[in-house]
């Protein structure tokens, strides 16, 4: 049990022992009796361990950015890796923001003038650039955290940050400090920051990503329903491999917002001829997916996810769609009908209503090819939102089964909650997050 | 969560960073002169004059009323002992001296930043030589030993900070 949850875990708990480090350097760097001394000095060492541990978190959050293949697997999934991202990025700037609070309070004690100085008046380089770098950062992040701008939009303001990660490195690395006093901390934390820097380079000054995309063409534009269709993918090089229910960025070759990076579900068998996505219109980018013509090339980069079938320890496993969210599914019912494995799975498809039931046919056409894989269409129009009791009724053994969610947040929380309540333990449950 | 975090953070820093600028450009207003302007005033008061002699620096030699003479000004530093970033001993170990040397030279670890030599000029009580008024006589009779209002008072200025 304790070994699975390292293993499961194994990214996030090394996040937190790196960020921890300097905390506990710099709590042996001198007795603790004299940092906490009075009420000045405890002003003073709350600044420092707060720019320390933000510092840390801040330069550990470029490497969780960088979409690396080793990250997928230590955080048990990449979309994981994207929520801790987001939490380690509130992490720090906050407590960056702490770190001139606490300094200010200290100055405050001595006189209201030395806190004015202190806050207003330039004072030496390195004191401006940590200014300067906070700001651009509180900037960025009042952006992302509060202001609804469009995807790529808020994604093009998103990548300077490298310019606080650079900024911030300066004035940590001059200003006079118990970091520029002591090698060992100093030489730390220019680390952190320059494996961060790296990872920033890396990812966005110099895409480097791009020489492990695989290019394809796209063959067939297959219209499923009204706003979900299918793209046929065929391997110009290597060909990727992946298991179904994994996932890929896709980006075409192309101009406009064909060019943007967004992530698919594989909905089709690694056996399978082609390599399929299936899309839904849901915004600005795949709307334009019904504009698309065969012969365009596209890249792939990938693949990611740990949300395969084969993944799981049961043989008896519950897939629960929800919307769109039939596509992880659908690659693994290919994959299952063509390999004829001992696999039972139970296909639950959760949409509004008839005309929304992607790829329905196909499922139901490979349940009644295959004796182990059943498929139930819920209607919520007609029948209100599915349950984990609904879902039970149909199930001989649901203690023993696996299941694996995928659709709308809110959808598969919810469901999760239900199955613990039936008696499913969390291990049982999979969910693919699609969105943050 | 991590939502609320980061807006509490904001709106601390900002309350704060707003509140030091209002009250300073108010406190700025009603005393009508510049923060590290200290100039002593003059003969209508009622307290001894006491002249900032060599003699009277070396009264004030230990924690209880510490002051420094640096580049040929008197500074009263004993509030500012316990905030010191450098520790307490950097400052005890010239008060009553001359630390000129020990000041511009951060104790021979470089040079003090601008900052810092701002501050320096809150604690300013007179020139080397000048006569000035101060309110409580110096250490060794003094009864105030608070670490933060210290035990030596000047008229001229503002000592709104030590108040409260």
Redesign the interface.
Known sequence: MMFRYLKNNLGWILVWVLASLPILIWLLMKPLS?RF??S??IF?SLGQLAGLLGMALLSLNFILAARFKFLDRWFNGLSLVYQKH??VG??A???L??H??FL?????????????????????WP?FFGKLALLIF?GL??IT?YLNFKYNVWKNTHQYLGLVLFLGGIHMLFI?SDISNNALLKFYMVALALLGAISYAYRVLFSLYRKKEFRYELKEVKKIKENVFELKLSPLGPKMSFLPGQFVFLRFETGGPLAESHPFSIASSPADQYLSLGIKNLGDYTAQIQNLKPGLICRLEGPFGVFSYSKGFAKNQIWVAGGIGITPFLGMARDIAKSKNDYKIDIFHSIKNASEAAFGDELSQLAAQNANIHYYEHLSEQKGFISADLISQKIANLKGAEVFLCGPTGFMKSLKEQFINLGLTRAQIHSEEFSL | M??K??????F??LA??LG??V??LL?SKNTGTA??QKTISDSANLSPQTMLSLTELQKHNSNQSCWLLISGKIYDVT??I??H?G?SQAITFSCGQDATEAFNTQGGQ?SH???AT??LA?FYIGDLNQTVNVVTPPASNSASQT??SGSGRFRGGDD??FDD
């Open positions: 004299l001394e009075n000045s000095l003073r987001h939490l509130g992490l700037f906050g407590l923001l702490f001139p609070t200010i309070l200290q100055f405050l004690l001595v006189s209201l003038s030395a806190a004015f100085n202190f806050t207003f008046l330039f004072g030496s004191l509180a992040l009042v955290f006079p | 991590t939502k975090f980061v807006t509490t953070s904001i601390v820093l704060l960073v030091v600028g009250v300073s406190n923060q590290n509030s500012y316990n905030s970033p520790g470089g930043s601008k900052s701002a501050m809150d670490s933060q709104d900070e």
